[in-house]
């Protein structure tokens, strides 16, 4: 029998056994343990720790929806989050495998070569898991204590400006950045991952033309061909953002023609056939390329993002109604990408706003949209306010469209107006805009927000408001219990007075509740229909005085929509074009200082030609304007606040001394006021202010003087010259008893200073009438009302507001001043002046009640909302020279004496102005 033991324990593979465990287990720093970390730390640790970081990589690129209707990230990371709670980032077994791997490193491996790689190994996993700031932490460590190798600088460096972008700290971000770049220069390879960070960098900072760049160069030096390929497709989307369409089809075509994933294979192929569109001009048809790959079956989760881009290629060539017919396919087809369904409302929305000027479907499709829309969707704060302010601009549209029509009818021979104005105003049988919203099915994709949830409505549903025949029965047990009722305000009362039917039409209510068909008008609606059109004809423009006051609306109307794009919205181009479309049309209006200066501002860096063309045109047209001194001195309006806030402080010391009935220093500070501000708008109140001090000191004769001088300078004030204008009245018609007194005015109550009864010969204003009439030969503009449109299964139920709609027998008008220590004397003075003014026969009274933090002025009474609404509109305007406090500690608003008695503290107060948006639009 042989004998093998001699070869099993051969001593050679004993020694190196025994070194091989003794460098296992031992850390030390020599020569063998340093090869031996080296080795073990290479091979056993960083190379799997790759493979599973690779791992993960390839599975988020399985599982990572990415949102194709905005530029896609750089890298497949969550975007940018506000207000990041840090949160320890989900369990995940192989990140957490790679932590344990890179830990291990770090305490057995010591004295190996790979402690920097470990560290980043560290920031990488907690960075995929979402632990950000402890990524950002372990990036850091390894940029400042291994800066020596600049390499492994560059790539912390890059990882820490990822880590900063998602906690949201973009100007950390960007200096961090900015560093690596610089030190970046100097490196000659493995450039593609910085490049590409700073591109995403520059889309969050919305400058696009340096991203492109920045990829082209990623693209180039990149390594990672699935990286590569995601760069290309943001760079061609990119490019097609910034109009370069020829590179874009080029970098769609080359992603369509890559190794892309499926999904973003398609959205190339996509953008590259409507690119290819744009750039040769041809004219969509059903037979195109688009439309033809709705046939290919892989495409069928895709079918609502087909359609869509068929309504953009209409909307660009004007064909709105093809557009929006493109754009309600989308809707219908959409079964999974609600942000898909989103866009194409909002698209939706923006048309009938922009194009068709249908203002009540706009803002249903708006609605629509924002429940939807994430809330990080671009200009998803202007969207929000537009929905939630259309209203404010629909107002004013619908002016224009009245006084325009009213002037066309004007112009027409007489005989011809009235048949005119009783066709136009004639309720037709036929109504296609408002049937639709009141006959609404509830499976028509025309309308917002249908099949949120599923893609089918029909009879087969189960649930309730899906089943046509439940449906049905209920339709027929509301008509046996209610009868034929429109969907309407107070649809309950069978029987209204003519004011209300009236109030109804001019309001422009539901238009098509208030039609009647021919067959069934009754004689009190033809006598409403008389009465309308006679005061549709009284009304119209046919004196120059009239025309001018119907031009002056269409003027104010345009101002404030551009205003509000302007200043609301931060929509600087279509306000540019509303101003520019009110210039054309009334070239030399009141406002053209303010809308050269705006166009001005607006123009800076856009068009610095346009923009110096508008500020030539300030400078010469209205040398003397505010605006012309605002653009020669840029700190003319801090000064002109300082001015006003000075001369506003004076004032209240006048008053004060008035109080105090020190006569004499009163006249004495009035005129120096006067003299050191003659052009400010207190002026006037520092007149009547001296006035009443002379009436109390002297005889009738320079009392006369001081208030016909008052007249005289300063006719057009609306605060004090009614008023005075009221006081020579009474004092004509009781001349002689004026003439008996020691002193003109008997000194009664100080902080309101009036004569023994006021004259009433100013009548109250008279309510608008609102007529409702649009453009010739359009369609009545519509107002929205408030109905039953459908139940969204998105909508967040508010908590039940403690405040009431309903309608109240007594409003007030109160002013909110946010600051208990103020003094509002002056500021009372300043509102009875008014009142008494310009609403003599209102007796109305003014009262101050102090909360903790504020103080509220109250206008007690008006009888009904209409009549605080006009009131409000009048004092508005003339507030900031009432109140005498700075303007942002104050505001307005209407409310009803059973709401105001529900007015405890700040936060009821603001709990209240929110429940005012929701229910008074």
Known sequence: MKKYTSKTFNPFIIFFSLLFIYGCIANKDTAIDRKFQNLTARYNYIYNSNVLLTGHYEGLLQSYNDDYGKILPVYL?????????????????????????????I??????????????????????????????????????????????????????????????NMVVADKILDTMLRAADHLKKDLAEPLATTAQMRIYQQRNKEAILLLENAVRLGNEKQLRIRWRYILAQLQEKENDLQNAY???????????????????????????????????????????L???????????????????????????AKAEENYQKSIQKSTKNQNQKALSYLRIADLNFREVNNYIKAKLYYDSAVMILPKNFPDFDNIVKKAGNLQYLTDRFTIIAKEDTAQAIAKLPVAARAARIKAYLTPKAEVTNVTVLNNQSLNNPDFPNQSLNSPQVGAGSTFYFNNNAAISN????????????????????????????NNQVMTGGNVANAVTPANEINPQTAIDQTSLEKQYSDALPTTPELLAASDQKIIDAYFEIASFYQQELNDKNEANKIYLELLRRYPDNNHSAAIYYSLYLNNQGA????????????????????????ILDPTFSAKQSQMENTANNNYNVAFDTYAKKDYHSVIKQANENISAFPNNDLAPQYAYLKAIAVGRTAKLDPLLAEFNSIITLYPNDMIVTPLVRDHLKYIEANLEEFKQRPVALVDFDSNEPRFVSQAKTITVPAKPLNNDITAVGEKPVVKPVEMPLEVKPTDVVKPASIFSAAQSEEYYYVIDVADATLTLSSSRFGIGQFNRGNYPDNDLAHKLIELDDNQLIYITSFVDLEDAKIYESSITGQLKNIMKVPANLYRGFIISKENFEKLTSRDRINEYLDFLKDNYK
Request: aromatic residues 14%; charged residues 30%; glycine residues 4%.
């Open 474 to 501: 209920g339709f027929g047990d509301f008509k046996k219990r209610w009868g034929n009722r429109q969907l309407e305000d107070n649809w309950r009362q069978s029987q209204r007075s003519s004011a209300q039917e």
């Open 250 to 292: 080029i970098n769609y075509t080359r992603v369509e023609n890559s190794n892309a994933p499926f999904e973003m294979y398609f959205h190339a192929n996509l953008q590259r056939i409507k690119v290819k569109a744009l750039i040769s001009g041809y004219k969509v048809d059903e037979d195109k390329a688009l439309l033809a």
């Open 107 to 168: 305490n057995d491996k010591s004295f190996s070569n790979y402690i920097d790689d470990a560290y980043m190994l560290l920031g990488k996993a907690n960075y995929l898991k979402g632990n950000y700031f402890i990524a950002s932490e372990y990036f850091d460590y390894v940029a400042k204590a291994y800066n020596n190798d600049l390499k492994t600088f560059v790539m912390a460096m890059n990882w820490k400006a990822r880590s900063q972008m998602e906690l949201n």
């Open 607 to 630: 068009d610095e030609n346009k923009s110096n063309e508008y500020r030539q045109l300030v400078l010469a047209k209205f040398p003397e304007s505010n605006y012309a001194k605002t």
């Open 77 to 105: 990371d969550p975007e940018p989050q506000v207000n990041l709670v840090l949160t320890p980032g989900a369990a995940n077994k192989q990140l957490d495998e790679v932590i344990t791997k890179g830990q291990t490193i």
């Open 294 to 320: 709705l046939k290919d079956d892989k495409n069928f989760d895709y079918t609502d993002q087909i359609y869509y881009q068929v309504g953009e290629l209409f909307s660009k060539e004007g064909k709105f």
